[in-house]
């Protein structure tokens, strides 16, 4: 793989090709892939939605994202899969995809761009700036980052509360297949900017749920993804689980879910995360 710190542009990147190419050789792509649902929201805001040959199992948003071929059918991704659909660029995220991918695509001449990301209201500007600057469209990506900004900090504005709800955010797949956020995720982000506190803390990312660290950390409130409240039976049978009774969110029934992709995304729609966790919370 090589790589290449394009200072022009300010922009820090993986370059996935067997050459030395510019982006502004490469010119706006016309065949992209995309690996991120993050990344797939960005592209569809820049205005090239259409021209999405491919993308990962966690892009479906906007709905007409649905029914564009995926890559794969999990989050395992392959040269080869990825190559079947003739891109002229890859986006990813650094670490979600392997070396060896990496690898192949060099040796098929596949342009990859992979970017940092940041949980952060700067962060995910910056990344619909680099977007667009990897997409030969860097006017109309600084366009759309400047506008993101401000409505993010309307939201942030609106949200903000004289006392910070205690939150424990618990990603479910079923009773047996449980654990919590801590710092450094996508949801302790959004619940920060939405005004409340995430009780788990002294972690980085996800661990595994236990009863003992529930009653310690007493949230007010339990988050859920949709699809996670679904797994475990719903509200009711989670204010059933050992020990949630004996917390603030147990006692006054404050279970709440949210749709995992709106949540987790920190993308183009994370303005109406914060407004919609926020009201969740607190009320419109």
Do not use: W
């Amino acid at each position: 793989m090589i790589k290449k710190i394009i200072n022009n542009l300010g922009l820090v990147m993986i370059l996935c090709l067997c050459t030395t190419v510019s982006i502004a050789q490469v010119g706006t792509p016309k065949r992209i892939v995309s690996l991120s649902g993050s990344l797939t929201e960005i592209v569809d805001a820049l205005g090239l939605g259409e021209n999405l040959v491919a993308v990962d199992v966690t892009s479906d948003y906007p709905s007409y994202v649905k029914q564009i071929s995926k890559v794969s059918k999990n989050r395992s991704i392959t040269a080869e899969g990825v190559a079947s659909f003739r891109p002229d660029m890859v986006l990813g995220f650094e670490g979600e995809v392997s070396s060896a991918v990496l690898a192949q695509l060099k040796t098929l001449n596949i342009p990859c761009v992979l970017f940092k990301q940041e949980f952060s209201a700067a962060g995910i500007t910056d990344l619909v700036r680099k977007v667009g600057q990897s997409l030969n469209i860097s006017v109309k990506g600084n366009q759309v980052a400047d506008q993101l900004a401000k409505d993010i900090k309307g939201a942030v504005a609106k949200a903000k509360s004289a006392k910070a709800t205690k939150m424990m955010f618990v990603y479910a797949r079923g009773a047996g297949a449980m654990s919590v956020s801590g710092s450094g995720t996508a949801v302790d982000a959004v619940i920060k900017l939405a005004g409340a506190q995430n009780v788990m803390q002294g972690f980085n990312g996800y661990k595994t749920y236990n009863t003992e660290a529930l009653v310690q950390a007493n949230p007010e409130v339990i988050l859920l993804f949709d699809f996670g409240m679904s797994s475990l039976g719903g509200k009711d049978a989670i204010l059933k689980l050992p020990g949630i009774n004996l917390t603030t969110a147990g006692k006054n029934k404050r279970v709440i879910a949210m749709d995992a992709s709106l949540l987790n995304g920190f993308s183009m729609r994370l303005p109406q995360a914060i407004q919609q966790l926020h009201e969740k919370l607190f009320g419109k």
